[in-house]
């Protein structure tokens, strides 16, 4: 069964602060994505990559970047976090055209 | 506009109801995806499909290309279904993965 490991669930960090988002999938995906989820929003893709150092813009890149040095992680970076970052982020990856298989979210609150 | 569009937003049903969530999309897709959403975060991937009809236990999808419409069918509901059920478009431009997301239907199954 595939697994998608996002490091924390829980997280609280200071206006300001760097962030660093991790994810980590075990089936050797290609693709992994990166979203938020906004009440009244929905999921919206912030960055994807369907290979090693391979990154893409999704649609609300601003504020983010991303970082794929081996296959099997994917993280997120605030570079410097605001409170508009407070969000729930998903993680995702999928083998080709398979379906996507999340991770359980991190819950990050910038104050 | 929204390029998917999901209803009803809210649904409570009793226990053994057969619910229809239902998924409108305005663009071409190479595939639809169900996804449900489980209080806590996670999410998990329930059907992907291009064409026709899907079973898998008491779910069911089905989809008509030409009326861009896809419905989700729940057959004796259960309190375990409570969760939000969110339907996700695939464009055919080729990026593989990169989902375009309804905001999700809440379903609320009373025992």
């Known amino acids: 069964d595939v697994k998608v490991t996002q490091s924390s669930r829980y997280l609280v960090k200071r206006t300001g602060e760097k962030v660093f988002l991790e994810c980590v999938q075990d089936m050797d995906h290609e693709n992994m994505f990166w979203y938020r989820q906004d009440p009244g929003l929905g999921l919206r893709l912030i960055y994807f990559s369907y290979d090693v150092k391979m990154k893409e813009k999704g649609d609300i890149p601003e504020g983010y970047s991303v970082s794929r040095e081996k296959k099997e992680r994917f993280s997120l970076i605030l570079e410097s976090a605001s409170t508009n970052q407070t969000s729930m982020y998903l993680c995702?990856?999928?083998?080709?055209?398979?379906?996507?298989?999340f991770g359980n979210g991190t819950r990050l609150t910038v104050t | 506009k929204n390029e998917v569009e999901q209803s009803p937003q809210n649904l409570t049903a009793q226990e053994g109801e057969f619910i229809t969530i239902n998924c409108s999309y305005s663009?071409?897709?190479?595939?639809l995806h169900w996804l449900q959403q489980h209080p806590g975060g996670g999410i998990v991937s329930l059907f992907m499909?291009?064409?026709g009809k899907k079973k898998h236990g008491r779910l069911i999808a089905t989809i008509n290309i030409q009326e861009k419409h896809s419905s989700l069918h729940i057959t004796a509901s259960h309190p375990r279904d409570s969760a939000v059920y969110i339907c996700?478009?695939?464009?055919?431009?080729?990026?593989?993965?990169?989902?375009?997301f309804g905001k999700g239907t809440k379903l609320s199954v009373k025992p």
């Open positions: 996700a478009v695939e464009g055919d431009g080729g990026s593989q993965g990169n989902l375009i």
């Open positions: 499909l291009s064409s």
């Open positions: 663009v071409g897709i190479s595939a």
């Open positions: 995702a990856s999928s083998f080709r055209v398979s379906p996507l298989h």
